[in-house]
């Protein structure tokens, strides 16, 4: 199914959740946990010393990471974090006492961050760095660098922080590890490269990936001032000089992270409908007209307008809330009747659109046909009272295998087909463009006594 751009980088299987928290100090733990909870919706769980962790550890198998401090009444600083490193968990060390030296000494180890429990945000930057561990696990990173030392080094990093690494030795193996591989959302590039140099690799992948879809960070270990500039406007997000130090990577690898998902959040509030999750009208119309002339290839295109039957009775009699709970279960049909080359969105109001190839005339009245039948037999449940919502819908379907047909034309047609199966009865398709009454006979031909159509809603009790 044809879906809105989306952003916020994620999605795929279910990963493992849960936080372990170990800390000594109960004020301290129910801040923290109370913040990863109401923020990110994820599961903490609390131990005091090492064995409570040990116990937990053993007792289940959804940790994502832990968050620990160094002063435990049953262990010291380093029986803490070889406990932890033994068992390849995520982590992260909160202290409550600045130490310079100390704080060298756990970030030389592979442990994630080393963070201050006083220092000014020091909650919101843990709650931060949680979400942003969670997230990187669905995210591709690709290292470009002849030196296998130094690719090792950066990828041990982004391994260490999440995210899946695929590696490079030069240019050519970079393009085509992109091309393989859609999920690679950063690259990191060497500009000291064999055959083709990091800028001249920068602007050839900027050509095939957008900026709102993959962010490149240069790097460097020559001090040539002109560089930055380069690679900035050949297509970098960012530069890099080496070496670096593993927290301003983190820093700028994350801050870089977090602008493609900002960009890809504001993409989704401009071109997916937010009650439904279906892609808006704008959206719609757009994809519609880049991808028409493709569909009518060789084949014919069907467009249907399917509208609400009495919606405006649903809002009235059960309140606006039911009806957006009617709205949604009429999507989420949709959704589920959809392949993955059909266009579907929210056209506007209680409307919503369908634009379908491939389909003879058979099939598409087949298709929505069933549609149909799915949207009369579903049961709607309201949360908080004893309603049970049922609804039906009415089609509009043309179906065209004229190559030349416009979009204005295909949904104009439909619309009119709408217009009949409404005038016709409700709760049916228009395929033939033939206005029919509710037994199925010419309008002309119908009774004037014949009785109305049911309501299409009840409630049940």
Known sequence: ????????????????????????????????????????????????????????????????MALTCLVLADADRDGVLDFFLARGLPTVVVSGVYDEALRQQVLRRHIVDYVLKSTPGSIDYLVWLVQRLERNRRIAALVV???????????????????????????????????????????????????????????????????????????????NASLIPQFLKSGANDFLHKPFSREEFFCRVSQNIDQLELIGTLQDLATRDFLTGLPNRRCFLQQSEELLPAMQQGAAVTAA????????????????????????????????????????????????????????????????????????????????????????????????????????????????????????????VNSDGQATAPTGRPLALACAGESAPPLPVSARG
């Not at 050519?172 to 990091?198: H, N, Y």
Request: glycine share 10%; proline share 3%; with cysteine.
């Open 1 to 64: 199914m044809f879906r809105a751009p989306s952003a916020p980088i994620g999605g795929g299987e279910p990963l493992p959740q849960r936080v372990l928290l170990v800390e000594n100090s109960r004020a301290y733990t129910q801040l923290v946990a109370g913040a990863i909870r109401e923020k990110l919706g994820l599961p903490v769980t609390v131990a005091a010393t090492l064995a409570e962790a040990r116990e937990l550890l053993q007792a289940r198998d959804d940790w994502f």
């Open 145 to 223: 660098d002849d030196s296998r030392s130094a690719r090792t080094h950066a990828a041990a990093l982004l391994g260490m922080w999440g995210f899946r690494v695929v590696e490079a030795a030069d240019g050519e193996a970079g393009l085509a590890a992109l091309e393989a591989d859609p999920a690679i959302r950063l690259a990191v590039v060497d500009q000291e490269m064999p055959g083709m140099k990091g800028v001249e690799f920068t602007r050839r992948l900027r050509t095939r990936h957008a900026r709102d879809h993959l962010a490149i960070i240069g790097l460097s270990g020559t001090q």
């Open 305 to 428: 307008l399917i509208d609400i039957d009495h919606f405006k009775r649903i809002n009235d009699t059960w309140g606006h809330e039911a009806g957006d709970h009617a709205l949604r279960a009429l999507a989420g049909v949709i959704s589920r009747h959809v392949e993955e080359d059909h266009l579907a969105a929210r056209f506007g109001g209680e409307e919503f659109c369908l634009l379908v190839p491939g389909l003879s005339e058979s099939a598409a009245s087949d298709y929505f046909e069933r549609l149909r039948r799915a949207v009369q037999e579903l049961r709607v449940e309201i949360p908080g009272s004893q309603v049970t919502l049922q609804m039906t819908v009415s089609i509009g379907v043309y179906r065209s295998d004229d190559a030349g047909a416009s979009l204005s034309r295909l949904l104009g047609e439909a619309d009119r087909r709408l217009y009949l199966a409404k005038a016709g009865g409700r709760n049916r």
